[in-house]
């Protein structure tokens, strides 16, 4: 398929609305403060990749986790702690956010992060494997919502952790679900079955109600969000 001149012009002045929408969207919703900028900065500082959600998604989370009346929040995958700092901000001051990290550079600046963003006495960091650490957590369960966004292969094994942590009404999202449109176009590469397998495990649980939004670096990735049916 070619695209002439003109065809190049339209597509590249869509992706400019898109990209207009999505800074106005996060402006007007999901501005950032000093302590999500500064766990940024400081991963960035420290050489961690930029993969964190975007403030969009960040802004999601904390809205799923407010319709399910979160008080205890599971994390798969920290990072710097920026998807973290928004989940915990969707807690009461009783509420509880445990975050699983296997790197221990990454779980440090975690940390800090969480004490600079002012959410230390509600949210904690475990470090490990993260298949090692679930199977202890199931004397802190039933979490409300459990966010997964770690290493991608296991996902369908998480999804299984997931539902046996969760309650009648909990919300299970994982991140990149769509990746790149691989994940929807060719299931079968070999960077994408565990997200395949998490796909199609969360459309046919009959627990589940589910819904996979590409709605993330211009519609090529997003979140899948399950409802864990009363
Ligand atoms: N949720 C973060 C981004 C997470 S990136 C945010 O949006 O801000 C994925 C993280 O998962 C990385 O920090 C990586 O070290 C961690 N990770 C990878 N494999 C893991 C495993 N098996 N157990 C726990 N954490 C893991
Ligand atoms: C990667 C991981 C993520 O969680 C993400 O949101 C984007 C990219 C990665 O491992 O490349
Ligand atoms: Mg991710």
């Known amino acids: 398929m070619t695209t002439n001149s003109n065809e190049l012009t339209f597509l590249q002045q869509q992706a400019k609305i898109r990209h207009r929408i999505e800074e106005a969207i996060t402006q007007q919703f999901a501005a950032e403060d000093e302590g999500l900028q500064y766990a940024l900065t400081a991963a960035r500082q420290a050489g961690l990749p930029q993969i964190q959600i975007s403030p969009i998604q960040g802004k999601l989370l904390q809205l799923l986790a407010t319709a399910c009346n979160a008080h205890k929040i599971l994390e798969i995958g920290s990072l710097g702690g920026y998807s973290g700092i928004w989940l915990a901000r969707a807690l009461p001051s009783n509420g509880r956010l445990i975050t699983l990290e ?6 440090n600046l975690v940390r800090t992060a969480f004490a600079k963003a002012g959410v230390s006495d509600r949210a904690e960091v475990r470090v490990g494997k993260a298949l090692d650490l679930l199977p202890h957590l199931e004397s802190e369960a039933p979490f409300d919502l459990v966010f997964i966004d770690a290493d991608k292969s296991p996902y ?5 952790w997931a539902l046996r942590l969760t309650r009648p009404g909990s919300i299970i999202v994982a991140d990149n679900c769509v990746r790149r449109g691989i994940a929807v176009d060719q299931p079968e590469d070999e960077g994408v079955v565990g997200v395949v397998e998490y796909n199609k495990r969360i459309a046919s649980n009959a627990r589940l109600l589910s819904l996979l939004l590409a709605m993330d670096d211009d519609y090529t990735d997003g979140f899948a969000i399950s409802v864990v049916k009363p």
Not at 156 to 160: A, D, T, V
Request: overall charge negative.
């Open 102 to 107: 296997i790197n221990p550079i990454h779980a």
């Open 156 to 160: 369908p094994q998480y999804l299984e």
